[in-house]
């Protein structure tokens, strides 16, 4: 059974940096994209930031130049750099794997942004 394990929220100060990163485990093929999305309070969840297997990535408006997304396939591994947090950025942190049309999701991270 594959699971994703996440790692890496917490509580920061705004302006300050944090590294996400989620591991899969078990017995899983090819991984195809790599994603994180996040959760606000009372808010749908979004993606955030997206890695297909050739290394392109694409993030949503509202991170670009702050986060960057980054895999270790031979790890099966995927992170996020986070930078320049600021207090909107608050929310629960979910990683995504799609290996072969089969999606996997983390259990979520929190990361909270003070002001």
């Known amino acids: 059974q594959v699971q994703l394990v996440e790692s890496g929220g917490g509580l920061v100060q705004n302006g300050g940096s944090l590294r996400l990163s989620c591991a899969a485990s078990?017995?899983?093929?090819?991984?195809?994209?790599m994603a994180w999305y996040r959760q606000a309070p009372g808010k749908q969840r979004e993606l955030v930031a997206v890695v297909t297997s050739g290394s392109a990535t694409n993030y949503v408006d509202s991170v670009k130049g702050r986060f960057t997304i980054s895999r270790d396939n031979a790890k099966n591994t995927v992170y996020l750099q986070m930078n320049s947090l600021k207090p909107e950025d608050t929310g629960v942190y979910y990683c995504?794997?799609?290996?072969?049309?089969?999606?996997?999701w983390g259990q979520g991270t929190q990361v909270t942004v003070s002001s």
């Open positions: 078990g017995r899983i093929r090819t991984i195809n994209s």
């Open positions: 995504y794997m799609n290996s072969i049309g089969t999606s996997y």
